[in-house]
Structure formats: C-alpha cells, structure tokens
C-alpha cells in the first residue's frame, strides 16, 4: 500500500526560510501526481494553498511557493511569520480516481 | 460566493449508519466532482470518496469501500455520503469538498466547515 509521507513537524525561525517535502514510499512524485497543498489552522477547515504543483491559490501570498524537489513534491515557505504556524498537507493522486493526503506536517515558527 | 454546508453528523452506535449531507451553492453543482474527505481527532485528513457531476463514476478509500455509498443529487445541489455498519475507527470531522480543475489538473477546492461523526457506545 502506497503512502504519501511528509515531515511530522519542522520549525522555522522568523523570516527564514522552510521547505516541507511529499514523498512516496513506492515510487517518485511528480506533475502526474497533481500535488497539491493545504494549510489548516486548529479547528477551521483546510484552505487551499497550491494546486497544479506550484501555482498558488487566489489570496494566498508570494512567500509559498510548490515545486518538485528530486522525487518529491515540495512546500517552500520563504520570510515565514508567525500566523504561518500550523498544519500542512499534501494530497497527490494516484489514479484510478483515488488520492491520499500526506500526514501532515506541523510547522512551528520561534 | 460557494459554500458547501455539511451536515447530518452525530453520535451513533457501532454498527450503526448515518447519512451526511452537504447542501451546495455558489456555483454550477452539476458540472463539478464532489468528495468526502475526513479528519480523525487529531490526527491528518483521509480522502473518503468522490462522485462525478453525473454520477456515472464513483471512487472510494478501501477503508469505507462496500460500507459508505455516496450520492448526489443536482436537482437540490446535495451531495450525500450514506455511512453503514460504523465503528470508532470512523470517529471524524467528515468535509464536503469540491474537485476543481484547471487544464484537466484537479485539486480540492474550497471545504466545507464540516460536520463532526462520532460512533461510541
């Protein structure tokens, strides 16, 4: 059974500089894989991040950005700030019409 | 504005069944996939199903395939996902979201607030 692996928390200090990484244990990741990224804030609903691999949600700011990294599919987030403290997921298809979400990544900011 | 606005959550017992529904506006319900996706309490989200804008296909995670069934109905822009034969290990917050495309790329876009399943004695 395929399954889609992020970094269960990373931390960051202010104004630095986080890649989060979507891996596969089976095979590599890429535009295939449709990768996508969500950020979810403790009790709302997850709110979408990037789509297409790297192209950013309306309102979502500059500082993230999506790409593929070696054989994964990457999250970087570039001056991060505070209120960028929260969960981040990764959703990537795998044909056949089924996904699967990554476990997420807590990023802390201090 | 699209919202997606879920609701039919609740206690029930193991072995028990639940319907959700999740009323749709803001937008053409036909022409878009729906989805299921669900959260356990504190731990990461599950992609539970799917359903075209015709109903012609349907997708499902093994871990619900033979016991949830998802439906919809455009006429009333409702998306429905009927739960059966529950156990605590579908204790979640369940999200309506809608599939959008670009290019034929789809992704998750935008979620409902959810509604909150609990199955315990």
């Known amino acids: 059974q395929t399954v889609v692996t992020q970094e269960p928390v990373v931390s960051v200090s202010p104004g630095g500089t986080v890649t989060l990484t979507c891996g596969l244990t089976?095979?590599?990741?890429?535009?295939?894989?449709?990768p996508s990224w969500y950020q979810q804030t403790p009790g709302q609903a997850p709110r979408t991040l990037i789509f297409k691999t790297n192209t950013r949600s309306s309102g979502v700011p500059d500082r993230y950005s999506g790409s593929i990294l070696g054989n994964k599919a990457a999250l970087t987030i570039t001056g991060a700030q505070a209120e960028d403290a929260c969960d981040y997921y990764c959703?990537?298809?795998?044909?056949?019409?089924?996904?699967?979400f990554g476990g997420g990544t807590k990023v802390t900011v201090l | 504005e699209v919202q997606l606005m879920e609701s039919g959550g609740g206690l029930v017992k193991p072995g028990g069944s639940l319907r959700l529904s999740c009323a749709a506006s803001?937008?053409?319900?036909?022409?878009?996939?729906m989805n299921w996706v669900r959260q356990a309490p504190g731990k990461g989200l599950e992609w539970v199903s799917s359903i075209t804008g015709t109903s012609s296909s349907r997708y499902y995670a093994d871990s619900v395939k033979g016991r949830f069934t998802i439906s919809r109905d455009n006429a009333k822009n409702s998306l429905y996902l009927q739960m059966n034969s529950l156990s605590a290990e579908d204790t979640a917050m369940y999200y309506c979201?809608?599939?959008?495309?670009?290019?034929?790329?789809?992704?998750?876009?935008?979620w409902g607030q959810g509604t909150l399943v609990t199955v315990s004695s």
């Open positions: 979201v809608r599939m959008r495309t670009a290019g034929a790329i789809p992704w998750f876009d935008p």
């Open positions: 803001g937008f053409t319900f036909s022409a878009y996939m």
């Open positions: 959703a990537l298809y795998m044909g056949s019409g089924v996904w699967v």
């Open positions: 089976s095979d590599s990741v890429s535009t295939s894989s449709y």
